[in-house]
Each structure stands twice: as C-alpha cells, then as structure tokens.
C-alpha cells in the first residue's frame, strides 16, 4: 500500500465491506486443529430472519464462557 498499490487481500476486504458482510476470526476446534489455527466466519446482516449469528457445537467441543 505503500507504494500505491492496492493488496489483492484489502480489495477483497474493502469488497466484502461494501456488500454488506461482516466477519469474525474464531480459533478452530475441529479434530486435530492446534490452537494457531483459526477460523473466518462471515455473514452478511439482513432484516429477515434469521438475524443473528448461532454455535452449532454438535459434538460438545466448546464450553459455555470460555474465550481463548
């Protein structure tokens, strides 16, 4: 950016920003991840239902209050 040169990665970003989705980096908890590895979850805000975001934690991986 310094040179004046737009990164692939922030013109996604600034894309993904103008269409309306917002995201969240989690820590991964899938089978055999470390805790270095993480997640992208996006999702774009509407005013129909569903409006809010849910954990699916089917195999009861994640405890209720803890934050890494």
Known sequence: MLAGVVPASQ???????????????????????????HNLVMWRWTSSRPVRVVLIDDEGRLSRGRID
Do not use: M
């Open 11 to 37: 013109a996604l970003a600034d894309r993904l920003v103008s269409a309306g989705y917002v995201g969240l980096r989690v820590r991964s908890f899938a089978p055999g991840s470390s805790a270095e590895e």
